[in-house]
């Protein structure tokens, strides 16, 4: 499964794990007990990717209880999923509105801004969920922001902390890439940084594709044919392996969910 983590979309990873840190603290505190049925409803099915049924739920508990921040937090995502980006920015307002999940309401919503290619506002909710809970991957998604943004110095910033923090195959394969599109726009300087960062990364996780796609890059800007060359092939060797071990999985929940249905 590690290989699969680090081809998948940051934003994938993102809402996968801000999804885990919502807690039933609605439900401890005393919601309606059919709201709270409707939201467990729709956390199932929200967890198992069948979105309109979860929205539909989520709406149904937000019709019974309208201040129920849980039921807005989790629409919002799975408004997301379904890449209705600016209801699910609704929707993680009126969460913050009630002034629950802040700290993954501000990222979510960051999230979204950034999908609809707003990256000031990205950024800003980024900021204000670092303030309320450090969190390394929302810390990683403001980055990677920064960079797109054209604040490159904040960016590096950011990764350094990651770095010193949390090192990871991640936040090194990040700042490497930084540091390569610098290169590519001239900062010869910093092509030697780039390498230094993606061996690092590699390193840390042998099996990350993209690490290798991007060291390909690098090898290529030093004119060394030979080790891009090697570096591409070993990325596409990866992306099928794992490609594979996917088809592989999704069929053995396929046959799993069967069975369960047939008992």
């Known amino acids: 499964m590690r290989p699969l983590i680090y081809i998948m979309t940051p934003v994938l990873i993102l809402t996968i794990l801000l999804a885990s840190r919502f807690v039933t603290w609605d439900a401890i505190k005393g919601e309606n007990q059919q709201a709270q049925a409707y939201v467990q409803k729709g956390t199932t099915a929200l967890r198992s990717w069948k979105l309109p049924q979860a929205i539909k739920a989520f709406t149904r508990a937000i019709e019974i209880e309208p201040k129920y921040a849980e039921a807005y937090v989790k629409r919002g995502l799975a408004y997301y999923r379904s890449a209705e980006y600016e209801t699910a920015i609704a929707d993680y307002t009126q969460t913050l509105k009630l002034k629950r999940y802040q700290a993954d309401a501000y990222a979510s919503r960051g999230a979204a801004y950034q999908s609809l290619g707003d990256m000031q506002r990205a950024i800003e909710d980024y900021s204000a969920s670092l303030k309320r809970r450090r969190s390394p991957h929302?810390?990683?998604?403001?980055?990677?922001?920064?960079?797109?943004?054209?604040?490159?110095?904040?960016?590096?910033?950011?990764y350094d902390d990651l770095i010193e923090r949390n090192p990871s195959a991640m936040a090194y394969y990040g700042r490497g890439n930084v540091y390569l599109q610098l290169s590519i726009r001239g900062h010869e300087n910093r092509l030697k940084l780039a390498l230094a960062d993606l061996d690092q990364a590699i390193a840390l996780e042998p099996r990350f594709a993209n690490a290798y796609i991007s060291r390909s890059q690098v090898h290529s800007q030093f004119g060394d044919r030979t080790l891009?060359?090697?570096?591409?092939?070993?990325?596409?060797?990866?992306?099928?392996?794992?490609?594979?071990k996917q088809i592989i999985q999704a069929l053995m929940i396929h046959v799993l969910i069967k069975y369960i249905n047939a008992l």
């Open 138 to 158: 929302v810390i990683q998604k403001r980055a990677e922001t920064y960079f797109k943004h054209g604040d490159v110095q904040k960016a590096l910033a950011d």
């Open 228 to 244: 891009a060359s090697q570096d591409s092939k070993h990325a596409n060797r990866l992306l099928i392996d794992a490609l594979d």
